[in-house]
């Protein structure tokens, strides 16, 4: 299964009729440009768990970043880099 598809599954099976009217997932365009993927962890089983930031800086268009306060999980990276932002998320709820 590729990361949006994931990405997608991840997110209908955390839709309780709640949690997806909070924060939920957002992803954005960056004006650098890039991409940025917030995850709301707040009531999912990975509330609570941290990361410290990773970051992978290839080049000035080929870099991300992705950390977790625990509350909720994020993840930047250059417009060509969405696919690897969204598997930052998959690799931490693995």
């Known amino acids: 299964m590729d990361d949006l598809v994931f990405l997608q599954q991840w997110f ?6 709640d949690w997806e ?3 939920g997932i957002k992803l954005i365009s960056l004006d650098n440009p890039g991409w940025s993927l917030e995850v709301d962890l707040r009531g999912t089983g990975f509330e609570g768990r941290s990361m410290p930031r ?6 000035e268009t080929d870099w ?5 306060d625990g509350r909720k999980f994020h993840a930047v990276g250059g417009a060509g880099n969405l696919v690897e932002v969204i598997g930052h998320f998959r690799a931490f709820v693995r």
């Open 54 to 59: 990773v970051k992978a800086e290839r080049s």
């Open 64 to 68: 991300t970043q992705a950390w977790s």
């Open 12 to 17: 209908s099976a955390h839709c309780d009729e």
């Open 21 to 23: 009217h909070g924060e």
